[in-house]
């Protein structure tokens, strides 16, 4: 009787260890090529007169360096000091290391649809395509006993109502100009929701900016306290298709800090803290190639399915910059995001393997 109940300890204990992560938060930024990650500001961009909006000096002085690692760590300051420290990064194809999209299209919907689904579906090959009939993994989880109710989704880009499936999912997407609160909104979200409705929307109605995306998910976050979020960033793909690279580089270095912000909270809030592991990732790459292709993407344009990922949290063993010369996919993300919640994601659609280096201590 002893040895058992020894050995129900014993086994106890080892399952609390093998499963930490109890909250998971999903970031992207839009189509933020890996060059700038890897490498810091491209001076073929940032000098040319077409696109340094006039004011290379400011791209210089805020984010510029003769060293490569500077640089990128002046962009990306939370991202090359405590993620790099805690975490992993994956995609340095100068190392060798390559993660790329798996679908043919290389733009935004297929790109999303890939991350949440796993799946490479040829039929979502349109950034107005129909309301998507794939299960993404975060379906999956809100059916989960213990997760039931506690996923919600927020994004710049009105697409993700479709991308998501929001009627058939059965969890809140707020998308672009979509109310939070929804009747009964509390003080905070009726002035979230007036400053949006109110603000600059150079975007038109299609997209809203990136800081009331980022609010109205901490406000989430902060008073609803969700166990799986969604935070997707559009602006660094907006002001690259513009061609304004200093606007691009700045939308960056402000979605680094609110990455900053939201691990802030987590690591100290109760529920949260060394209990939840955040993945960021991107939905397409851009061209570098050809040098003035780095404002587009698509299939015709080189280097546009070169992509990266970064994670950490209690799952994730602190491996820094991964250095190591592998072949990655986008479609591997859903089932890792399962994974490390403890899930095996299942569809009636294919679900793709996995990441195991991400998970292997």
Known sequence: MKKLILLTVVLTSFLSQAQKTENIIIITTDGFRW?????GIDPAIANDKKFNQGDSTYIYKNYGSP????????????FWSEIVSKGQIYGNRDLGNKVDVANPYWFSYPGYSEIMTGNVDLKVNSNSYKANPNVNVLEFLNQQSKLKGKVAAFGAW?????????????????SAFDNVGGSKPTQSQKLLNEMRNNSYKPFHLDECLDVFTHYQAMDELKTKKPKVLYVAYGETDEWAHHGQYRSYLDAANQVDKWIQEIWTFVQNDPQYKNKTTILITVDHGRGDKIK???????????GASQIWFAAMGPEIAAKGEIKTDSQLYQKQFAQTLAKIMGYTFTAEHP??????EVLQK
């Not at 490569?68 to 990306?76: G, N, P, T, V, W």
């Not at 003035?292 to 080189?302: K, N, R, V, Y």
């Not at 679900?351 to 195991?356: D, G, K, R, W």
């Open 67 to 78: 060293d490569i690692q500077e640089s990128r760590k002046k962009l990306m300051p939370f």
């Open 292 to 302: 003035s292709q780095w404002t587009d993407h698509g299939s015709d344009i080189a």
């Open 351 to 356: 679900v793709a393997n996995e990441i195991p």
């Open 158 to 174: 009105d697409a993700f109502d479709r991308i998501l499936n929001e009627e058939r999912s059965g969890f809140p997407v707020i």
């Open 35 to 39: 060059q700038e990650v890897f490498k």
